[in-house]
């Protein structure tokens, strides 16, 4: 699993999405740290739930800020947002009904890395939006 870092390349410039992106790269490289430790089976159960809170008060805040906003990719943003909700909970329902095994912090990462995808590409797309409005 590697470390993440909220470089100026994943930067919205939105002071509240950034932040709370530092959030989840904060959790996400302390289950890394705890998984290189020998400890990443104590560590994901609580990860994982800080992940699901996580993306419902994350997302729910900026879907608030292209709504306000007036965003023209509000209508996408909202289906990728509900889709890695889904996704997520169905992964976190297969971590905590069973041993976690390496494969499932492998799957988590992925998952991890799509988000950080979705910054890169999408989050860039709305954070340069707002800072016109």
Not at 90 to 112: E, F, P, R, W, Y
Request: proline share 1%.
């Amino acid at each position: 699993m590697r470390k993440y870092e909220l470089t100026k390349e994943l930067e919205s410039g939105n002071i509240i999405i950034d932040n709370e992106h530092r959030e989840l790269f904060r959790a996400v490289n302390q289950l890394m740290d705890a998984c290189g430790q020998g400890k990443g089976r104590a560590a994901i159960e609580g990860t994982v739930k800080f992940l699901l809170d996580y993306v419902d008060k994350h997302f729910a805040h900026e879907e608030q800020l292209q709504k306000t906003s007036g965003y023209p990719g509000f209508a996408a943003h909202h289906i990728f947002h509900e889709n890695y909700k889904q996704k997520l909970r169905q992964i976190a329902n297969g971590i905590m009904t069973h041993k976690t095994t390496i494969a499932d912090l492998s799957t988590l990462n992925a998952h991890v890395a799509v988000l950080v995808s979705h910054i890169k590409l999408e989050d860039k797309k709305l954070g340069t939006y707002l800072q016109k409005k």
